[in-house]
């Protein structure tokens, strides 16, 4: 889009950024993502693990193609994921539980695994989320 502009809306950006890490039964957020198909099918079963749940290559593989072969390929399907936090490449763990590489760092991934589990246990996160929701 070269003849776009960016125009500063408070408003509405709030509107999106609570969607994106408050998300509210019913809420919908549209994206455009470009990829193969092959990676478009890993993407959407990254989409399927839910909040605080973890899944390993090969769950996602199944998830994608009814089977867990191929490791390796799911594994750079999700490395190469553009919206990382969006398509939620950090729930992805080796079949051992151990922590991959994650593009952001391992603090990161550790950091949204935590939070995410926390909001679904509906902990003091979650609480003060809901509260700071209603205002949005």
């Known amino acids: 889009w070269p003849r776009a502009r960016f125009v500063a809306d408070e408003r509405r950006m709030a509107v999106v950024a609570r969607k994106v890490f408050a998300p509210r039964p019913g809420d919908k957020l549209s994206l455009l993502l470009h ?13 399927r693990i839910p909040p605080g749940a973890l899944a390993s290559y090969g769950r996602v593989g199944e998830a994608a193609f009814g089977t867990s072969r191929g490791a390796r390929a ?4 999700v490395g190469d994921n553009p ?6 490449c950090h729930r992805v763990v080796r079949s051992s539980g151990a922590l991959n590489d994650y593009h952001w760092g391992r603090a990161r991934k550790l950091a949204l695994i935590g939070w995410e589990a926390a909001r679904a246990e509906g902990g003091p996160e979650a609480e003060i989320a809901e509260r700071r929701d209603s205002r949005v």
């Open 35 to 47: 990829g193969s198909p092959f990676q478009v099918r890993v993407w959407e079963a990254l989409l």
């Open 74 to 77: 799911i594994g750079a399907a």
């Open 83 to 88: 919206i990382s936090y969006l398509v939620p």
